[in-house]
């Protein structure tokens, strides 16, 4: 049994990206979806599965597939969890969709993110039960600071300096301004990234994702049924989840090294491809360390060596190894890696405009490579034909 | 004790005899019975053996720098900025790792990963116990 090319991405759609929508969260779910499901050829009686991930603020599953009018609700999943689950979420809808669960599965990520409920504190009580009661009374609970505390250890275990991190924000922020939809389209240098203020050391302002309101929504449905809709179909050729070391797992000997490294060879041998078969990564990058991790850890460097590979220009636009085509959470906007997806689908129709990597096949997409969480995701995506 | 305005623990069945030492000024782990591992936080069950029965054993107290971070934002309303949080890797067991604040400069200067510490406590505002990491080398200051 293989889940390979059995289910295909058929739409997609966006909200606006903003920092105050004025509208609901469930209104931002239900937007995107329809706006999905429109570029589909599909209406709305054709849903039958409805799936999203959630941490923060979120529209409930049940209260998106009430306001479709689903009556017969085939599939439903309301997976707790962050960006490790991103990939997760859309893994999940193909396999409904391949055994024959459901038919046709919407997936979405809606997040009032900066108007109503910032990730990890302001505007909500932080965590402070589970694992957050040995860390919280410190002053240590938000996502910035926990991703702050891993990339110490990776910084100096691998002698990384600081402006390769820098250089992760600048090489989106190009392909940033080939995006109409990017949040944040400026030209940004080495030296802003300096003079941009510390928020946890060793994390600067720029290292952080943005906080948006938006939501992104996907249709996912049979590779058969896909082959007669409207869009090219963007099949799932592997999905695969991971994880199982966090700081208080007794199994993290090694703070430098994600989940990615034992996952990700697993989801290239589900999709039967190699590094060298993929054309453009969308990589969940929650802060700017994430990409130099996974960069390495699924295979397109070796351990130390993605401050080079990104400060080389090979990830920006015109490279030979693209990545975060959209800008990323860092510059595109942060809708909690669904739009890293969503990206990957656009790249793969070849609809992606003047940031096109030209002639794209097969693209990674990834969750959180597992840091924090202990889990993680990540997709393999391939053009149909 | 830094990160003053933090929130305070919020209690479980696994944890509460892991506070209440700590209330002591005790660090304890649990060490399995069946395989003889140490475990913290606390847990029901071994991951390695699958043995439930474990007993409490006093932590030796001492470890090295596995991480820290600088706060410079404050994260909470009333937090000291900038404050330190360390992460520290047990001598016990190289898979132990425990947080805590930090004795030291409050800039984090004076830090590096595989700094020998060792562990102290400090009552916060609210009175709760919490434990702050030392250089091993540091004048005991209490």
Known sequence: ???????????????????????????????????????????????????????????????????????????????????????????????????????????????????????????????????????????????????????????????????????????????????????????????????????????????????????????????????????????????????????YSNRHQDLTTTAAAEMGPRLLAAAGVTPADIDVLELYDAFTPLVLLQLEDYGFCAKGEAAELVASGRTGPGGSLPVNTHGGHLSEGYVHGLNHVAEAVTQLRWGAGPRQVPGAEVALSTGQPGYVAGTSSALVLRRAG | LNGGGSPLPVLDRDSRPLWEAVARHELNVQTCEGCGRLRWPPRAMCGTCGSFSWRWTPASGRGQVASWIVNRHPFFPGMAVPSVVVMVRLDDADDVLIPGGWAGSPDGSGLRVGLPVRVGFEENSEGVSLLVWRAEDAEDRG
């Open chain 1, 1 to 247: 049994v293989t889940l390979r090319d059995k289910a295909a991405i058929v739409g997609v759609g966006w909200t606006e990206y903003s920092k105050d929508s004025g509208v609901s969260t469930l209104t931002l779910a239900l937007r995107a979806i329809v706006a999905a499901l429109e570029d589909a050829g599909l209406g709305l009686g054709d849903a039958d599965g409805v799936a999203c991930h959630r941490v923060g603020d979120s529209a409930p599953a049940f209260a998106v597939a009430q306001s479709l009018g689903i009556g017969d609700l085939r599939f439903h999943l309301d997976q707790f969890g962050g960006g490790s689950n991103s990939a997760a979420v859309v893994g999940m809808a193909a396999m409904a969709v391949a055994s024959g669960v459901a038919d046709c599965v919407v997936c979405w990520r809606a997040i009032n993110a900066r108007s109503e409920h910032r990730m990890g504190g302001t505007g909500r009580a932080p965590l402070v039960e589970g694992e957050f009661q040995y860390q919280a009374p410190y002053g240590y609970a938000t996502p910035p600071q926990q991703f702050a505390m891993y990339t110490r250890a990776y910084l100096d275990a691998y002698r990384v300096p600081a402006e390769a991190l820098g250089q992760v924000a600048i090489a989106q922020r190009s392909w940033a301004q080939l995006n109409p939809r990017a949040m944040m389209r400026a030209p940004l240098t080495l030296d802003d990234y300096f003079a941009s203020r510390w928020i946890v050391e060793p994390f600067r302002l720029l290292d952080c994702c943005l906080e948006t309101d938006a939501a992104v929504a996907l249709v996912v449905t049979s590779a058969d049924r896909a082959a007669h809709l409207r869009q090219v179909p963007v099949l799932v050729s592997g999905a695969a989840f991971g994880g199982g070391h966090t700081l």
